[in-house]
């Protein structure tokens, strides 16, 4: 079965800290994608970052950056010198493109990131 | 490119009525997605079309819910009856194919009272 965990259920920072977000995904196959969506509080998802199971690069983009590692299973999200409006829930996601799974995506259960000024 | 468009972006109404909610997917997309989320469950995948044809539909709570997509550009969910447990926010979300992403609409947050 598949599943995504984020054990993470709220964090607090103070601005122009580090913040990591943890993501645990489980699968069989060995072909997948992960993917990052932030929920800001006006509710909207917005996509942030997809990967494939066969690119372990780990990723930056401004002061965002992911860290895939096969290895653990997991697919970390660190915001560095976060701001107030990073402000959201953020969720981690897996797609697994098998016959019987399709095209579904399967959230995590989010994490509530708080960015106190 | 307008984004995938729901309506209404906010619904009440009582319990034991009918309730419609609209998606328009994003133009050439080939997957369509409707997603329930609430505080208890998260998010949770109620059903997809590919091609306009209903792939899983697993996900749909019961008898009471049912989901159409007439045509490339329009997909409905429909409640009948609705309960005070629906309330929720509903996405939908589209997908051009293998290698694209997800877009989600805006949601319909709906409230039954």
């Known amino acids: 079965a598949q599943k995504v965990t984020q054990a993470q259920t709220e964090i607090s920072v103070v601005e122009k800290e580090d913040v990591t977000l943890d993501c645990v995904y489980e699968?069989?196959?060995?072909?997948?994608?992960l993917f990052w969506y932030k929920q800001p509080p006006s509710g909207e998802l917005v996509f942030l970052i997809r990967?494939?199971?066969?690119?372990?690069q780990n990723e930056i983009s401004g002061r965002y950056s992911w860290n895939f590692q096969k290895s653990t299973s997991s697919f970390n999200f660190t915001i560095t010198a976060s701001q107030v409006v990073d402000s959201a829930v953020y969720f981690c996601a897996l797609r697994v493109p098998t016959q019987n799974q399709g095209g579904k995506l399967i959230f995590g259960q989010g994490t509530e990131l708080s960015v106190k000024p | 490119d307008a984004g995938v468009i729901q309506s209404p972006r906010h619904e009440v109404t009582e319990m034991g009525q009918e309730v419609t909610l609209r998606c328009k997917p994003i133009s050439g997309h080939n997957s369509l997605f409707w997603y329930r989320q609430t505080m208890m469950r998260g998010l949770e995948l109620l059903i997809y079309?590919?091609?306009?044809?209903?792939?899983?539909d697993s996900g749909m709570p019961e008898d009471r819910f049912s989901a159409k997509m007439p045509n490339a550009s329009f997909s409905t969910l429909k409640i009948q009856p609705s309960e005070p447990r629906d309330s929720a926010v509903y996405f939908c979300?589209?997908?051009?194919?293998?290698?694209?992403?997800?877009?989600f609409g805006s949601g319909t947050r709906l409230t039954v009272v």
């Open positions: 990967r494939n199971s066969f690119d372990e």
């Open positions: 979300a589209s997908r051009g194919g293998r290698g694209y992403g997800y877009t």
């Open positions: 079309f590919n091609n306009n044809v209903p792939i899983d």
């Open positions: 699968t069989r196959d060995t072909t997948y994608y």
